[in-house]
């Protein structure tokens, strides 16, 4: 095989090992347990071969009427981008907002920009902030 021949298969090799979708180091890294200083916890359960995440995330924050209550999640991975959202009802409890996270994940820490749509006083309300995840 020639130099030139093996140089381009070495660098194919390096692209497929760090293709975003199913690549099982990356998605064992990230699934788990991540919890912010609010105290929230987003748990990642799995990352499908196309890159949809699934999983579930309770909101902790003081004064939050839901807090406690695991939400289904949805989302998409690429890389070491992620974005997810929770609609905040179920069965039991409806908590009149949805939120949605875009972020990264860097150095062993998940940091996002979030924005929570919900009324406020009878009157539609979106709020935006950021947070920072570390893997429990």
Sequence with gaps: MSHRLSSILGLSLAALALTPYG???QS???TGTWANDHGSVL???SIGPDGKVT???SNNAAGYKCA???FPLVGWMD???ISY???WKNASVDCNSITSWTGYFNQGRLGVEWVVTFDEYGAPTVRTGSD???KQ
Excluded: E, K, P
């Design 55 to 57: 999983g579930t995330y």
């Design 23 to 25: 690549a099982n180091a």
């Design 28 to 30: 064992a890294s990230v």
């Design 68 to 70: 406690g209550v695991a």
């Design 79 to 81: 890389g070491q981008r």
């Design 132 to 134: 920072s995840y570390t």
């Design 85 to 87: 959202t929770v609609l």
């Design 43 to 45: 748990v990642i359960q």
